[in-house]
């Protein structure tokens, strides 16, 4: 238990649903952050938030939406998904920017 | 940008052997962490290591920062220490931009 949770841990959605995964951390922390890992691939950096401002955007397409409501949570809203989208997102919190990472179990994302 | 390359890419123990993983990074890191991921997904720190060792149980890292590599060392191995290692390291002005490498999957047999 790394003080950082996810739902739903598995989702299966067709290309034309609409759909939001969420994180919430209970450590106190100010940076919050989204990650794809695909199969065969290292893990990709999406997003980063910190005091509930985007600080990074990493060209991810505009299919994936985030919103960071408070510095406990995040959300990651999915629409016209591709079939390439499915994988494993992985949520992640630190202290502040500097800090450690530390990742909730994921979301297994498959689109059909 | 950076560049992280680890090895061996697989690596199979029998239960109680020890093993030694290397991450290589190309450029001066301000971070560096090593990671395990276990079977279902989930990532566990192990060490926050920029520079210099630290050892928790029967896990050590050593950082040689101005060579640019880090070795994680895992002695008496266990089937629990299964998984994928993932080295991540950031330089440059931005300290959170994690990068990762492929990792190495470890598979201990009993």
């Known amino acids: 238990e790394t003080g950082v949770t996810q739902t739903p841990r598995h989702l299966v959605m067709g290309m034309t649903n609409k759909k939001s995964l969420k994180c919430e951390q209970h450590?106190?922390?100010?940076?919050m952050y989204w990650y794809k890992q695909s199969a065969k691939k290292p893990l990709e950096l999406m997003f980063v938030?910190?005091?509930?401002?985007?600080?990074e955007n990493n060209s991810v397409p505009s299919r994936f939406s985030p919103e960071c409501p408070n510095s406990s949570h995040l959300f990651l809203h999915l629409h016209t998904l591709q079939p390439e989208d499915s994988a494993l997102y992985l949520c992640?919190?630190?202290?502040?920017?500097?800090?450690?990472?530390?990742f909730g179990p994921g979301t297994r994302l498959t689109v059909l | 940008g950076i560049q992280v390359e680890q090895s061996p890419p697989d690596l199979i123990l029998q239960e109680g052997a020890n093993s030694t993983l290397r991450c290589n990074f190309s450029?001066?890191?301000?971070?560096l962490q090593w990671f395990h991921q276990n079977p279902w997904g989930q990532l566990i720190n192990l060490f926050y290591?920029?520079?210099g060792t630290k050892q928790n149980g029967r896990l050590s890292a050593t950082t040689v920062a101005t060579e640019r590599y880090s070795l994680l060392y895992i002695s008496s191995s266990q089937t629990t220490d299964s998984g994928v290692y993932f080295c991540?390291?950031?330089?440059?002005?931005?300290?959170?931009?994690?990068?990762f490498g492929k990792g190495t999957l470890l598979t201990v047999n009993p």
């Open positions: 992640a919190s630190s202290q502040d920017l500097t800090g450690t990472q530390y």
């Open positions: 450590l106190g922390h100010n940076a």
């Open positions: 938030y910190s005091l509930e401002e985007r600080v």
């Open positions: 450029d001066s890191v301000n971070n």
């Open positions: 290591i920029p520079s």
């Open positions: 991540a390291v950031n330089s440059g002005g931005s300290n959170y931009k994690l990068t």
